[in-house]
């Protein structure tokens, strides 16, 4: 079955920056088949888009989708502070609350244009079954892709680490329930739905040891590593504490920098942790706002995308952005760019690529992130004729800069997701209703 939609701004995002600013866009079997402009190809159906700027689906490379239970809390809150207050709340965690936050989490994504997630979920209370399970089906369910991460933490307070000692697990365990969710889950190759990545947590909240074998068995299975890092300088502090170098240096020292990492934040690099990272492959999730909320500071955007650095956006969680709205993260990468450098640090078309382009090469995927022949139909159609995008002469840098939006159609894989504005596979009042249910039970 061929689909053409035609009529639209074209932003495909490919390596020469092609738009056609009264183009079409033909898919066939869930896969886009051609794009261009002038005379339309034959399809067995056609879709009108009025105008409508269309761009590659968004891709968000860091979230924590379970924290949208627990939005608003330790308001003026250092990183740690803040992950103090909330530990304790997220002990409380199952598959029934994590599938209601993550089908809230990735309604409001898909909602503003995103249509591949990654989750990186690294709490697991004792005797809690099913909580990634309970992420996949919930994606499923909505019609987006997502890469679930099966995080870690092992090192507790009373060994020198951050997290309560009542929420970390034992190496052997994270390592065998690891083993299973690849086993069980993991889809490789073009136009996987679900896929599995391995991801202890943190420098301050994973031993070595965990941090060497959970890169021996994503290097054994050809899976990705991520973990969270350089995001405070009081994690810089821990790090010269603990083991006596740079949280960079930590990383270069386990082996973990390549082409099959990424790491989130990556506020406090020096030039020199952005050579490295350049000259590695290890790439960035920048996730601004999550930064701003908690006042980290602004990451080197610029220096990394200047020093061949493979950067992405992330939402980041819902306690430290309270919003999943990935179209929003890719004006305040913009914002925050200028702010650092000035006026002319960062166009609205990179920070557009940083959230399509970028962020499927940060995850390592080629079939998704742009327009091209080949790649999987995973798009978004904004509307035009909206109140925010009057007067807008240059339409793709009018929808960055007025940001954020709800998107009127978003399709994965020529599968509708969304449709005049609305979700296609699930209710939106049904969800925000059984999440309310579930959040009542981690209320103070």
Not at 34 to 48: F, H, Q
């Amino acid at each position: 079955m061929k689909a053409l939609y035609a009529g639209g701004w074209i932003v495909t995002c490919d390596d020469a920056g092609t738009e056609h600013p009264s183009g079409w866009l033909l898919v066939d079997d869930g896969v886009v088949a051609t794009v261009g402009a002038g005379e339309e190809p034959e399809a067995d159906t056609r879709v009108g888009l009025a105008g409508a700027v269309v761009t590659p689906g968004l891709v968000n490379t860091h979230h924590h989708l379970c924290q949208t239970l627990t939005r608003a809390r330790a308001q003026q809150a250092d990183l740690f502070t803040w992950l103090r207050e909330l530990y304790p709340v997220w002990a409380g965690l199952d598959a029934e609350a994590e599938h209601a936050a993550a089908r809230t989490g990735l309604a409001e994504l898909a909602l503003s244009g995103c249509t591949t997630v990654f989750d990186h979920h690294y709490v697991f209370p004792a005797g809690r079954e099913g909580l990634i399970e309970a992420e996949a089906a919930a994606a499923r369910e909505l019609g987006v892709r997502i890469v679930a991460a099966r995080g870690s933490m092992d090192l507790g307070e009373s060994d020198g680490g951050l997290p309560p000692d009542d929420l970390v697990e034992e190496l052997d365990a994270v390592l065998a329930e690891t083993e299973r969710l690849v086993s069980e889950l993991h889809e490789p190759g073009p136009g996987a739905r679900v896929q599995i990545a391995v991801a202890p947590c943190s420098p301050f909240s994973v031993t070595r040891k965990l941090m060497e074998e959970s890169a021996a068995l994503a290097r054994r299975h050809g899976i990705p590593l991520h973990t969270h890092l350089a995001e405070t300088v009081e994690e810089n502090a821990y790090c010269m504490e603990l083991y006596g170098c740079t949280p960079v240096e930590y990383l270069t020292d386990l082996g973990w920098l390549g082409g099959d990492v990424w790491c989130a934040h990556c506020v406090h690099l020096r030039p020199e942790d952005v050579a490295d990272f350049g000259a590695t492959g290890t790439g960035v999730a920048h996730c601004p706002t999550s930064n701003l909320r908690l006042g980290a500071g602004v990451a080197p955007v610029r220096e990394m995308l200047d020093g061949d650095v493979r950067v992405g956006l992330g939402v980041d969680g819902s306690a430290s952005n309270e919003r999943s709205d990935l179209l929003f993260e890719v004006k305040q990468a913009l914002l925050v760019a200028r702010g650092r450098g000035g006026p002319a640090a960062m166009t609205a078309r990179e920070a557009l690529r940083l959230g399509t382009r970028g962020g499927a090469a940060v995850l390592g995927r080629d079939d998704i992130g742009s327009l091209e022949p080949g790649k999987c139909a995973d798009f978004a159609v904004w509307r035009t004729d909206v109140l925010e995008l009057g007067g807008a002469e240059d339409p793709v840098a009018g929808l960055v800069l007025s940001a954020p939006h709800r998107v009127d159609r978003l399709i994965v894989g020529g599968e509708d997701v969304v449709a005049g504005g609305e979700l296609v596979r699930a209710d939106e009042a049904e969800i925000a209703r059984v999440h309310r249910e579930q959040a009542r039970r981690f209320a103070g």
